[in-house]
């Protein structure tokens, strides 16, 4: 097995482009579950650690738009200015495993792995969040709606990789909200993020279907039979909750049932659009 | 968390927070654990696995692993050199399964492999080509009870069938409840994984294993069997033991690693990793109850009548003392005359089930804790009275026939658990963390509903059924110094510290030196059963006598003074009639003495057909309030308080007393709301960290604990074993608690989101 130990952006694609095979190695808390548990034998290793570049977010103002290094850990959006900038995803980045996990673990593993459980994920998905894909001829932006393709798939093609995400900054409120078996430290058996802005609801929901789901018919029909300005009354909770039950597409499995991860992201929707305007 | 404490005695004696040998280097990570051994020349084990839950083995083709270089032996059923078969109360699980015959749960050993590296190993085992035959897997116990399953093994599919029948089985009571109960499959889970070190002896007619284990001399007794050599020709040196739990009580890997290192002449290690341990040891029963519980109008217990079914899965373990255990325990810490009671543990393609911290006797309380709130409700009495009204006392007697003659404080444990402080309400500005969901943020202060709920039980202590399981230590005086040996395993329960307790108290010592944890001594027994306190304290206690009595008859004679009149007084030696006092210290410096001793219990004895007999030593008792506040819409729980009050006969070291307390709370939230192994069709769902949920931090409760300290006559040391108790009423308890904030009736252990809320 080889190790290479890149410096820069650059490096790292023509490390890519030499081996397309080559193994990325972000934070390792993924991929060295592959390793130690289902004996994943990777030949050749490109650590990304030394990549400062990937390591370090930004602001412009003027877009109002933040960039965040695939590289940059849990653990810095927790907290600090990009909490304040990203409520919801420094909401996601605190349910992410432990903090030995949250000090390691990165957005760039996180859409590499791309599982429909992923904390980050449904965050993009709700904030529409854009990828920054570079490889072989250059960068390409990518909307995480094209990204993620399915369960543990995307849209990555051969020697690319993923070197940063940018947020659109809005005004309005955002929120993140998982169910799990145990009160920390648990894969999601299902989430939801939720963004609210003048105009507009957006809603996503993890773990329950192949990729993140945008809730559209809930969103439009928020859009059209609710007032942003004010709080939501009952009969409109419950049928934004019915419509946000109906787009998810869960499986029932040993984590859970599907029943209980479709009444689940209903409750968790409903929560946090009545959080949304406390 | 409150602990009472007479007068301070002197530091390191018994009743003071003497600290542990082994504290500093386990929590500086200096510690060995089995897992750390290593040795010059050493080749690493490992063991092929059925996928399978029920097949039979058409062939095995081991060629082409051979073929991989560094590969230095290849085992299989034909080279067991002994009996093919081990287990702790019947010999009827092959050390590997043999081709022609079956295998019987998903996880059976089939081969072993010794080479130069763990890869190497992991190629080899690939490489190993196994034919079965497959079949349906036998899954449901009460095909097995009704005799329409096929028969998984030759002994049958019933492990073991009793009844219990006391008093007179046909009076009925005023009000009557009933319930069906179901108990998941629980895992041990300790930390510290399966690992042994085997070293063959030069000759190759001996060997000697390095093993974590929690019975030394049974373990070398089966592993002796199936190698086909003597017991004196096999020697077990406990390993560090990172928890056991009862996990550690049956044959796993010992074997294994003995034959490679006998095969190959050179030392090997076996090391589980965490999702082999899941396949490599037995798990708490999964268990169905059903209990129907007749009482006066106002909530006195008439009689109480049970049907239970312990899944034993493949092979036999404990599972037939599991039953006894379960069965003799039905009516709890209750005063009971009538009983009717069916109990079975039936074999199955399920995973192995045997020994788990409360052995049985969780599956019953659970049940029985049930049901006693059920009885509160339908007679309009509060759970805390109805406890009250019919808890057992001394002298009074169980459903087996049997007299509690232990201290029996049941009404003491209630009291002083419901005298400690409510905790307060969630406030309306509650941080995330301390409200249902935790890190998830899923609810908002007003999602939430608090509940109370009691869970009180009784719990035998040491072996049962006429079994002997006497312990030895051994106390030398040489040069001056103190030793003690013994072969108690030390699995994290603190007895190296205890002994060292019992020998400064005893001898007026402050030195004392542990020799090794190995077979050179006689047995210990196992640590199990909330027994190596009573047990192995009682043999170090009665070396230690032997001793300083020799030691008070030499000072006798030297000094002319009648040994009568001498004790040990702190550290001296002192003549209560007259002048003499001399350091201990100063009198042993050129004494040699040598003591060793046996310590048994009163005799026992089996159940007749009724299920009457004295089968029980000794009994615990404890009572536990939960305090929860449950999401309902979503079924996240948050355990807020756990307080209880434990019969502990007397308190020898409060730290580990609440150790014991705080880890056995944990364990028991455990059963109640998240662990469980997920079995479908034979084969293991969850068998990692990933899926198989332990309470962290954020799940465990404040504990409040209170200890009931009534000498108990019977127990050398007054103590009782404080090891199970605090995980077997904590279960009921928590799942009262949640049936109060819900109104649900959760039939079901342990309780998860969907069954609160859909
Ligand atoms: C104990 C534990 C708890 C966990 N809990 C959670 C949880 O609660 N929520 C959750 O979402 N996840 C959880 N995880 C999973 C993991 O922490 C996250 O998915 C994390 O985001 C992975 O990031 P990483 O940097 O460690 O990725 P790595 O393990 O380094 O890589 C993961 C995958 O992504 C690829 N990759 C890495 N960087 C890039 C890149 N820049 N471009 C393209 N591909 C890349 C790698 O090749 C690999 O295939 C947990 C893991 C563990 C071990």
């Known amino acids: ?278 | 968390m409150s602990v009472s404490v007479a007068a301070p005695p002197r530091a390191g004696t018994l009743g003071t927070n003497a600290s542990r040998p082994d504290g500093i280097a386990k929590v500086q990570g200096g510690f060995a654990f089995s897992s750390d051994m290593w040795a010059e020349n050493m080749l690493w084990g490992a063991t092929l696995r059925s996928p399978h839950p029920f097949a039979r083995i058409v062939s095995i083709d081991v060629s082409a692993a051979w073929k991989i270089n560094g590969v230095e032996t290849i085992v299989t059923a034909d080279d067991v050199p002994g009996v093919n078969a081990y287990g702790l109360i019947v010999q009827d699980q092959p050390v590997f399964a043999r081709v022609g015959d079956l295998v019987r749960y998903s996880g059976e050993p089939i081969a072993a492999v010794a080479a130069d590296h763990p890869e190497t190993c992991k190629r080899a085992l690939e490489a190993i080509k196994v034919e079965y035959e497959v079949f349906d897997p036998v899954v449901d116990p009460e095909e097995c009870i009704a005799g329409r399953a096929p028969e998984i093994h030759p002994h049958g599919n019933v492990f073991r069938h009793q009844r219990i029948v006391t008093g007179d089985p046909s009076v009925t009571g005023d009000v009557v409840v009933e319930g069906d109960y179901e108990i998941g499959m629980q895992d041990q889970a300790f930390l510290g994984l399966e690992a042994a070190l085997a070293i063959p002896d030069s000759g190759g007619d001996g060997v000697e294993l390095y093993i974590a284990t929690q019975w030394l001399h049974e373990d070398r007794k089966q592993i002796a069997a199936c190698l086909g050599l003597p017991e004196d020709k096999v020697r077990l040196v406990l390993g560090g033991v990172g928890g056991a739990f009862g996990a550690r009580e049956d044959i796993s890997l010992q074997v294994h690693t003995c034959l490679l290192a006998l095969r190959t002449g050179r030392p090997v290690r076996i090391a589980y990793g965490r999702e082999e341990s899941f396949y490599g040891h037995v798990h708490r029963h999964p268990a169905r109850i059903w209990m129907r519980h007749h009482a006066t109008r106002d909530g006195r217990i008439v009689k109480i009548e049970s049907r239970m079914v312990f899944d034993g899965g493949a092979y036999c373990s404990t599972s037939p003392a599991v039953l006894i255990n379960g069965i003799t325990h039905t009516q709890g810490p209750y005063k009971c005359d009538n009983a009717v009671v069916d109990g079975f543990a039936v074999r199955t393609n399920n995973p192995p089930c045997g020994a788990m911290r409360g052995f049985g006797v969780v599956q019953a309380c659970y049940a029985h804790e049930s049901q006693m709130d059920k009885l509160a409700a339908a007679c309009g009495v509060d759970p805390v009275e109805i406890r009250l009204l019919n808890a057992m006392e001394t002298g009074d007697k169980l459903i087996t026939g049997q007299v509690v003659d232990s201290v029996a404080p049941v009404e003491e444990c209630i009291r002083a658990t419901a005298a400690i402080p409510l905790p307060p309400d969630l406030p309306s500005d509650a941080d995330f963390r301390d409200i249902p969901g935790g890190s998830g943020r899923t609810a908002d202060r007003s999602h939430i509903r608090r509940g109370i709920g009691w869970g009180v039980s009784i719990k035998n202590l040491m072996y049962s059924e006429g079994f002997d399981d006497y312990s030895t230590a051994r106390c030398r005086i040489s040069n001056g110094v103190v030793s003690i040996k013994f072969a108690t395993a030390e699995v994290g329960q603190g007895f190296v510290m205890l002994a060292q307790q019992i020998a400064r108290t005893v001898l007026g010592v402050d030195e004392v030196l542990l020799d090794t944890i190995d077979t050179q001594v006689g047995s210990a027994g196992s640590t199990s059963a909330s027994r190596q306190t009573w047990m192995s304290g009682g043999a170090v206690n009665a070396a230690c006598v032997a001793v300083r009595d020799k030691v008070l008859a030499h000072v006798a004679q030297y000094n002319d003074l009648d040994a009568e009149n001498l004790v040990v007084d702190g550290t001296e030696i002192v003549d209560i009639r007259g002048t003499f006092r001399k350091p201990v210290a100063e009198v042993i410096r050129h004494l040699e003495v040598d003591e060793t001793a046996e310590y048994h219990h009163p005799p026992t004895e089996d159940l007749d057909e009724n299920g009457q007999g004295n089968c029980h030593v000794a009994f615990a008792f404890v009572a536990h309030r939960a305090v929860v506040d449950v999401d309902p819409e979503l079924g996240l729980v948050k355990v807020v308080q756990v307080a209880t009050a434990q019969d502990v006969g007397r308190v020898l070291n409060p730290l580990s007393c609440v150790g014991q307390v705080e880890g056995g709370i944990a364990q028991g939230l455990g059963l109640a709301v998240m662990e469980e192994i997920v079995v479908t069709n034979g084969k293991v769902r969850n068998p990692s960290f990933t899926d198989y949920l332990l309470p962290t931090f954020l799940d465990a409760p404040d504990v409040e604990a209170v200890f009931i300290e009534e000498f108990e006559p019977k127990s050398p040391l007054g103590a009782k074993g404080v090891g199970e108790p605090p995980c077997i009423s904590v279960t009921p308890a928590i799942a009262n608690a949640i049936r109060n904030a819900t109104g649900r009736e959760l039939p079901r252990v342990p309780i998860r989101p969907y069954d609160v809320c859909l």
């Not at chain 1, 869960?250 to 305007?277: F, K």
Request: charge should be positive; charged fraction near 20%.
């Open chain 1, 1 to 278: 097995m080889s190790v290479a130990l890149p410096t820069s952006v650059d490096e790292v694609v023509d490390l890519l482009v030499r081996n397309p095979s080559a193994t990325l190695l972000a934070g390792g808390t993924d991929l060295m579950v592959e390793v130690n548990l289902h004996g994943r034998r990777p030949t050749d290793v490109v650590a990304l650690n030394r990549v400062a570049e990937l390591r370090t977010w930004s602001v412009d103002s003027s877009r109002r738009t933040v960039t965040i290094g695939s590289g940059v850990p849990y653990a810095e959006m927790e907290t600090g200015e990009l909490a304040r900038l990203l409520p919801a995803l420094a909401e996601a980045a605190r349910t992410v495993g432990s903090p030995q996990i949250r000090a390691a673990g990165t957005l760039g593993g996180n859409l590499g792995t791309c599982s429909p459980a992923g904390d980050g994920l449904p965050v993009l998905a709700a904030l529409e969040a854009s990828i920054d894909v570079v490889g072989p001829n250059g960068s390409r932006q990518v909307h995480f709606a094209d990204f993620m393709v399915g369960v543990k798939r995307n849209s990555l093609r051969p020697s690319e990789f993923v070197r940063s995400v940018t947020f659109p900054l809005n005004d309005g409120w955002q929120g993140y909200a998982k169910v799990g078996t145990r009160n920390a430290m648990v894969i999601a058996t299902a989430s939801v993020c939720l963004v609210r802005t003048n105009d507009h609801v957006a809603v996503a929901l993890g773990a329950v279907g192949p990729t993140i789901i945008r809730a559209n018919g809930a969103e439009a029909w928020l859009a059209a039979n609710h007032r942003m300005s004010s709080p939501p009354s009952n009969d409109t909770l419950a049928e934004f909750g019915r419509l946000v039950r109906e787009a998810s597409r869960p499986i029932d499995d040993h984590r859970s049932t599907a029943a209980y991860r479709r009444h689940a992201v209903g409750v968790l929707a409903q929560r946090l659009l009545t959080r949304s305007y406390s």
